[in-house]
Every structure is written in structure tokens, then in C-alpha cells.
């Protein structure tokens, strides 16, 4: 059977401002790291044709790649018309073009006909696909194109291939209704990881819609891989998405990596070949349930039932899955534990309850306690700050903070406003309450404020899940506390679990700090829980 060839279709090169950690920019970095993750070729885009002037940085892309045959340049376009790029139609004359992007709100000019149409009848009429950013709801920012504004283009320019790069989970619901209703648009993965995802959506469209992507150097390249590489598809699906696709977009051929090595790292090896990581101790510390048969109003939480949640579990080799039910966390804690207890109930060896509580709604915390916890043996509890806004440190916790002080339990914490203070304040008062900070690879600056809080108190740990997987993080994070301090999370099923795991598995650090994050470390503060006998 023929080897699957990894085509990068989102990847950059060049400076980036701000949190550059993972000290890759340039392109023999870039050309390395990829090697090392069996990426066989890409499609690049150089940072300055974004944030500077266009030409200057597809000039310096060009020189870059040079005689590089696996690299494709991505040129960014823009107006012509107030003189600050050459006539479109003359520059596209001039050079050759594979594929182009346009950055029209970074570089603050409207995505219409009336500012872009010249652009797009051109490309269209080239048969130049255009790659474009867009399909975020909770980070709008992000969006070079707004889901209206794509549909607009797509209508006007019906035989332009568009490619919508970096949607998220929480956009899905727009895509999806943005491709049911335009066969031109196609979509990149790296961020659109829903849930079962890959299989949703080539189940319905098919796999020639799609383009596998990183984002490299900003994101893991491994969170991309094992998105596509454990995705339950046919194989022959798997190779049109991994890059075949892309080479046919841009009437290329695909070109092998011969500087590819194998790896002696046997938890590398597994989740390049797609396969379970049964051999270890993998147990997810950060995940949600949702009953079958039922749909959350705040995002697509697709395939989220007990059932699904351990057939997923096992194509990936996660042994043991903490979970508290999304219902408790988002509005009815008394109904969502019933969820969570019921998941228990069904697959014991499987599935350990976080407790999810709301002090707003609770008379009676003794018997509360007792009855999740003494008779239903929950060992986590999920406060939630982004839902009952109740600052950690607030008395209001006290009754459920100190009875897990008192038997040694675990509590994840979601980001609050006040963060860090919080955590320094409760971690002092309930010493034995063992605090697990979720999100913790979120960004560098946020990584370096846990960091800091988990050397100085001894029951903080970092539980690392975020969709944005930022390359370099788990690196920088194990320096900075050591691999016993991290805890492997996937918050499935808001997300795919695969990503988070290829995030660890590809990371650059030791097979033993690997091992410690993905379960070792989750399997102690399990074991050193305290609950008396069941009443």
C-alpha cells in the first residue's frame, strides 16, 4: 500500500511578535521540525506578507524557499487601487502563482466585491484558489472573513476554489451551513476540531473538500497529525485529505520526505502510525459528558455519550476518562451529576465523577456531599467560574473545598479573573485538596504564571488541554516544573480528544516525562484520594 504523504496546506515562516518560545521562525527550523513529524511538504506563507507589506514578504518567501521542492509559496494579495500593490493582473502575470491569501482585516480593508472583486474574478478566472482565515465565533478577531461575506464571494464567484483555514469547534455550526451551500468552499482541520469531526464531515461531503493543515510554527504539529491519523476514515480518504487534495488543488506534485527517520520514542511511533497507546498509562484528566440523545445549546457536541465516549477513548488508548456532565457544569449540577453517576454506573472501570455544584442553588452541603461523594464515590469536583462567576477563594466553596481537603480529593479549576491570587489563597488553606489548573497550556505567558504557582505549593497541578495547542508549550512548561507536574487533558467531547494527545506525544521532550503527563501523574493523585467506605 502506498505511504501517505503529509502535505501542509497552513503553515508560516518568518518573526512573529509576542510569544516566540519555541524559537522556530525560520525556514530551515521550520523544514526540520517537520521532517521530525513526517510532513513531506507545505505550503508556506511568510509572516511579513501579512503584518507588512505583501510583496516584500512573497519576495522573501521566494528566496527562502529557493530551489526547495517540497515548499510551495502562498502568496498574499491586496487592492490595488490606492497604489500600494502593483496592478493585480500584471503582478499575477509575472509571477507564478499556485495559491494566494488575503488578510483583509489585518490589513483593514473590507472583503467585498467592491474592494476585492478584481482580485477574485482574476483568481477565478486563473484557477488560483484563495486560502482565507475565518469561521471563529469566540475569537472573531481571528477572522479575515466573516461567514456572510464568504457566502457572498462564494456566490458571485461560483468556479473560485475557497479554502476557509483555521475555523474552530465553535464555528462549526456556520461552516457546516456555509458548505452545505457551496461546493466551492473547502475546509482545513487544524482548528475545526469538533468532536468526531473528520468523520462528520466527509460522512457527509466526502473527503475531496478537505485539507489537512498545522498552523506550524504557532501550533503543534502533532495535534494536526493525530487529528487525521486516528480519525476513523478509509484509508484511501486519509491520503486525499493528508494531501493529495492539495496537490490537486494547486496542480503540483506530491513530493516524499527522504530525510525522515524513525524514531526510537515508542509513544511517537505509536500515534504517527494511528495506533492506541495501550502500552501506557493514558488517562484524560479534563473531560465532559453529555447523555445520548441530547444536544447542548453552546456549541455542536457531537458523539458525546458514554457509549461513544469509550469507543473514542479506545481508538486513542486512554485507559480512564475524569469527566463531570456539561449540564452541571452550565446550569442544573443536580441533573448533570445524576449524568455523570449514570456513565459510572456503566462502565466503572472507565469513567471517574467530578462533582459539579453551584452554591447559588445549594441548602443543604452535608448531604449533598455525602450523596455524590460517600455513596456515589465522585473523587473530583468542577467548580465552575466562567458559569456562577463565584471567585475561588470565596467562603461560598468552603464547605466542598474542605471536604475534599479532608479526604484528599481533586479539584479542576477553570480560569477565573482573578486567577492566580485565588489559587495561592485556596491552595495554602486546603493543602490536601489536590488543585489541578485547567488550561494551563493556554499560552506562554499564562504557562509562566502557573509554573511559578506549581513549584512554590506542592498540591497545584498543570492540566495542559486547549484547542490552540501552541508548539513549544509542553516543552517550555516541563522545563520550567518538570514532566510530574503536568497532567494530560482532552475536555472532550467540546473537542476531539486526538489532537491533545498527538500535542504530548509529538512534544520534544523525554519518553519518561511523556509517560508521567499522559497518565502516571493523574494515576497518583487518584490513588491518594482518602473516601471512607460507602454508607
Known amino acids: 500500500m502506498d505511504k501517505i504523504i503529509y502535505f501542509d496546506s497552513f503553515a508560516f515562516v518568518g518573526k512573529r511578535m509576542g510569544e516566540l518560545q519555541n524559537g522556530i521562525y525560520a525556514i530551515d527550523d521550520v523544514a526540520s521540525e517537520m521532517r521530525r513529524c513526517g510532513i513531506h511538504g507545505a505550503l508556506l506563507t511568510h509572516t511579513l506578507s501579512r503584518e507588512y507589506d505583501p510583496v516584500v514578504g512573497n519576495r522573501l518567501l521566494q528566496e527562502e524557499i529557493g530551489e526547495r521542492k517540497n515548499f510551495i509559496p502562498c502568496f498574499v494579495l491586496r487592492p490595488d487601487d490606492l497604489g500600494e500593490f502593483p496592478p493585480v493582473e500584471k503582478y499575477l502575470d509575472e509571477h507564478v502563482i499556485k495559491a494566494a491569501r488575503l488578510y483583509p482585516r489585518t490589513q483593514m480593508y473590507g472583503f467585498e466585491e467592491f474592494t476585492c472583486g478584481k482580485i477574485l474574478d482574476n483568481l477565478e478566472h486563473r484557477e488560483i484558489p484563495l486560502f482565507i482565515e475565518g469561521g471563529r ?4 478577531g481571528f477572522n479575515q472573513a466573516s461567514i456572510d461575506e464568504l457566502d ?7 468556479n473560485l476554489k475557497i479554502v476557509l483555514q483555521g475555523s474552530r469547534w465553535d464555528g462549526m455550526r456556520e461552516v457546516f451551513f456555509l458548505m452545505k451551500e457551496h461546493a466551492n468552499i473547502m ?4 482548528s475545526q476540531q469538533v468532536n468526531w469531526g473528520i468523520e462528520f464531515f466527509v460522512q457527509y461531503f466526502g473527503a475531496k473538500r478537505f485539507l489537512f493543515g498545522t498552523q506550524f510554527p504557532v501550533m503543534s504539529i502533532g495535534a494536526a497529525r493525530a487529528f487525521l491519523d486516528y480519525a476513523e476514515i478509509k484509508e484511501d480518504e486519509r491520503r486525499l485529505i493528508a494531501g493529495r487534495n492539495l496537490a490537486e488543488l494547486l496542480k503540483v506534485q506530491l513530493v516524499d520526505n527522504e530525510g525522515y527517520r524513525e524514531s526510537d520514542d515508542r509513544i511517537l511511533v505509536a500515534a504517527m502510525s494511528g495506533k492506541p497507546l495501550s502500552e501506557f498509562n493514558v488517562i484524560d484528566a479534563h473531560a465532559h459528558i453529555v447523555p445520548e440523545g441530547e444536544h447542548v445549546a453552546y456549541s455542536p457536541i457531537l458523539f458525546s455519550g458514554a457509549d461513544d465516549m469509550v469507543k473514542g477513548d479506545g481508538r486513542l488508548g486512554i485507559r480512564k476518562t475524569c469527566v463531570s456532565e456539561w449540564l452541571g457544569l452550565w446550569l442544573d449540577h443536580d441533573r448533570g451529576n445524576e449524568a455523570t453517576l449514570d456513565a459510572m454506573t456503566r462502565y466503572p472501570d472507565h ?18 456531599l455525602n450523596h455524590w461523594y460517600l455513596n456515589g464515590r465522585f473523587l473530583g469536583i468542577k467548580p465552575y467560574f466562567p458559569r456562577n462567576e463565584i471567585p475561588y477563594n470565596s467562603l461560598k ?7 475534599g481537603d479532608k479526604h484528599s480529593l481533586f479539584a479542576l479549576l477553570h480560569p477565573s479573573e482573578n486567577f492566580i491570587p485565588e489559587v495561592e489563597e485556596i491552595s495554602a488553606r486546603y493543602p490536601n485538596l489536590r488543585l489541578l489548573l485547567a488550561h494551563s497550556g493556554m499560552n506562554f505567558r499564562h504557562a509562566s504564571d502557573v509554573c511559578e504557582l506549581a513549584r512554590a505549593r506542592r498540591n497545584v497541578y498543570l492540566e495542559l488541554t486547549f484547542t490552540d ?6 516543552e517550555f512548561m516541563t522545563e520550567k516544573v518538570g514532566g510530574g507536574k503536568i497532567l494530560f487533558g482532552t475536555d472532550q467531547p467540546m473537542r476531539d480528544a486526538s489532537p491533545q494527545l498527538g500535542w504530548v506525544a509529538y512534544s520534544r521532550i523525554s519518553g519518561d516525562e511523556k509517560i508521567k503527563i499522559l497518565g502516571n501523574n493523574m494515576e497518583e493523585i487518584l490513588s491518594g484520594t482518602r473516601l471512607p467506605s460507602s454508607r
Do not use: Q
Request: charged residues 20%; hydrophobic residues 50%.
Open 469 to 474: 495547542v501552541p508548539d513549544g508549550i509542553i
Open 397 to 403: 466553596w468552603d464547605p466542598l473545598f474542605a471536604f
Open 351 to 368: 469513567f471517574v465523577g467530578y462533582g459539579a455544584f453551584d452554591p447559588t442553588f445549594v441548602k443543604d452541603w452535608e448531604s449533598l
Open 187 to 190: 475546509l482545513e482541520f487544524s
Open 152 to 158: 457572498r464571494a462564494c456566490s458571485a464567484h461560483p
Open 137 to 140: 465565533r469566540f475569537v472573531p
